[in-house]
């Protein structure tokens, strides 16, 4: 990677044209900040994402790769809010700019941010020691009717959309062939992100989030948040290996499906079902929320055959 260019040069061929364009978008790329224009009725939803070579992508998977799935990621957590997209922002740190390179990620970049609906708003481009891609995201909700972790109640049903594991499965191929998009790869590098189940859940949905770390991992986050107990039926858990293949709890504790997992009153669950009649949709009901017990308090347990089963690990941990 001899080869270098200045930073204005970089952000002017890579990234100062080609996005998506936004109407609510007064400023993007090329001035000291971006200014856009909140539609009248909506709240403002803000998110942030990091990842760093070789902690959460391999650091030679195809640079095509590599944007657009820092993109989905940072995306989802608009889609578990029930918001519709506005935009994003960018801050790329690189051990050298290397045209090629740049010009792949670029594109990979480019082609997420249409799939998605979302402009590049700006950003900023710096030189370090290793490849580290920060992306904010933002996106327009109804007021005041935001979907949060912290208002589940006690009697809800427990839902997740989609198939649950399929990413985690595939880690150790990616990690030994990070080119290939093929099988399970495909959720690894290109998740599905629930924009439109997420904005359909709005008013359905008592709490939502999504799955990045695991699922019994992020399960507990809702759990806590509320101050409930949350009891997962691992027999319902959608998953693309059946309960007796020896790698099937990665499915409930590995992370990166980007699926969302959501609580709902028992009176909606023929309104979530009617909700998979929608294109790349499919919920099911993988469990219950109750009161937290006062001496175990708020926290999740699993079922498997009716009885107490521990799983070998919970999720992802970053420290």
């Known amino acids: 990677m001899s080869q270098t260019q200045g930073e204005f040069d970089l952000i002017r061929r890579c990234f100062a044209s080609g996005f998506p364009l936004g109407s609510d978008v007064l400023l993007g790329v090329g001035d000291d900040c971006s200014a856009v224009r909140p539609p009248a009725g909506y709240d403002l939803v803000q998110s942030i994402d990091t990842q760093v070579a070789d902690v959460h992508f391999p650091h030679n998977a195809p640079a095509h790769l590599i944007a657009g799935r820092a993109l989905r990621c940072a995306a989802s957590d608009l889609a578990a809010m029930g918001a519709a997209p506005q935009g994003f922002h960018l801050a790329l740190t690189l051990p050298d700019s290397n045209p090629a390179w740049l010009d792949q990620f670029a594109h990979g970049l480019r082609t997420t941010a249409h799939d998605l609906g ?24 109804p007021q005041g009717k935001m979907l949060t972790r912290h208002t589940a109640k006690a009697g809800d049903e427990l839902w997740v959309s989609n198939t649950i594991g399929s990413a985690a499965l595939a880690l150790p191929d990616v990690l030994k062939n990070p080119a290939s998009e093929l099988g399970l790869a495909k959720a690894y590098y290109h998740p599905t992100i629930q924009f439109t189940l997420g904005q359909r859940l709005v008013g359905i949905a008592s709490a939502c989030m999504d ?23 691992a027999d319902q858990v959608p998953t693309p290996v059946s309960s007796d293949h020896p790698h099937w709890q990665t499915c409930l504790s590995g992370g990166d499906d980007y699926q969302l997992l959501f609580s709902a009153a028992p009176e909606r669950h023929n309104d979530i079902l009617a909700l998979n009649s929608l294109a790349g949709v499919n919920c099911t009901c993988i469990g219950r929320l109750t009161a937290a017990d006062a001496q175990q308090g708020a926290g999740v347990s699993v079922l498997k055959d009716g009885q107490p089963f521990s799983p070998q690990a919970t999720g992802y941990q970053h420290f």
């Open 118 to 141: 979302l402009p590049l708003l700006g950003g900023d481009t710096t030189r370090g020691p290793l490849l580290i891609i920060t992306i904010s995201v933002q996106g327009w909700v």
């Open 211 to 233: 799955i990045s770390d695991g699922l019994l991992q992020d399960a507990g986050h809702i759990a806590r948040a509320s101050q409930l107990a949350i009891e997962i039926n």
